[in-house]
């Protein structure tokens, strides 16, 4: 990582905003696909690989998700973004805003350039709306989850099922014992690598 977002990294006051940098940094530096912890898969992410690089989106489409991401190596994208988090570092230090640096950054760089980012219909990743209903169905049956997803069809904008659904956080009884809630997990097409920060 450049020594400028390593001292961004450090100097910032969020975990949250720590983590944006350096899982947007991962993506651009080796290419593959962003997900947050509390992203509930049900079916493999091969689809999504003819794309350059994607964002998903979330209430009502109207708003650009850095839950989950995916690009090729070095994309001009997510490169301008890593720009603009030095940019404006340099020219106001840093921000208490926790999302400065993940859904507010991807939301400005969206409002001044529109359709600069390739975005994923929302079913794709947040066919439920509601925390709640979404860790409900996160803890049923897959046979049961299928009926579910079958009764959601008239959310889905083209023929493609959903990849995944956004819980919106993974209730604590239900983390792994002895790893903490940041971890990032950077999907390529050679091989999949997880890192979790244990718990202090």
Same mark, same amino acid.
């Given at each position: ?15 949250a ?27 493999n ?23 989950? #991401?995916g690009?090729? &190596?070095? /994309? !001009? ?11 404006? +570092? @340099? ?8 999302t ?5 950054l991807f ?9 600069? #980012?390739?975005?994923? &219909?929302? /079913? !794709? ?11 409900? +169905? @996160? ?13 959601l ?48």
């Amino acid at each position: 990582m450049p020594e400028i977002l390593a001292t961004i990294v450090k100097q910032a006051p969020w975990f949250a905003m720590k983590s944006d940098i350096i899982r947007l940094w991962l993506v651009c530096h080796f290419g593959g696909i962003y997900l947050d912890t509390d992203i509930y898969p049900l079916r493999n992410f091969d689809e999504l690989l003819v794309y350059d690089h994607f964002l998903a989106v979330h209430l009502g489409g109207r708003s650009v998700s850095n839950a989950v #991401f995916g690009a090729t &190596p070095g /994309h !001009y994208a997510l490169a301008h973004a890593l720009s603009m988090i030095v940019e404006n +570092f @340099r020219l106001n230090g840093i921000s208490a805003r926790r999302t400065e640096f993940g859904p507010a950054l991807f939301n400005s760089i969206e409002r001044r350039k529109p359709g600069y #980012f390739r975005k994923l &219909p929302k /079913h !794709y990743f947040y066919i439920l709306n509601r925390q709640e209903s979404a860790l409900r +169905f @996160r803890a049923k049956t897959s046979k049961e989850q299928a009926a579910d997803l079958k009764k959601l069809t008239s959310r889905m904008t083209d023929d493609v099922e959903p990849f995944a659904i956004h819980t919106w956080g993974i209730p604590p009884s239900e983390m792994p014992a002895g790893f903490g809630r940041s971890s990032f997990a950077v999907e390529s097409r050679e091989r999949i690598v997880v890192q979790r920060t244990r718990a202090s």
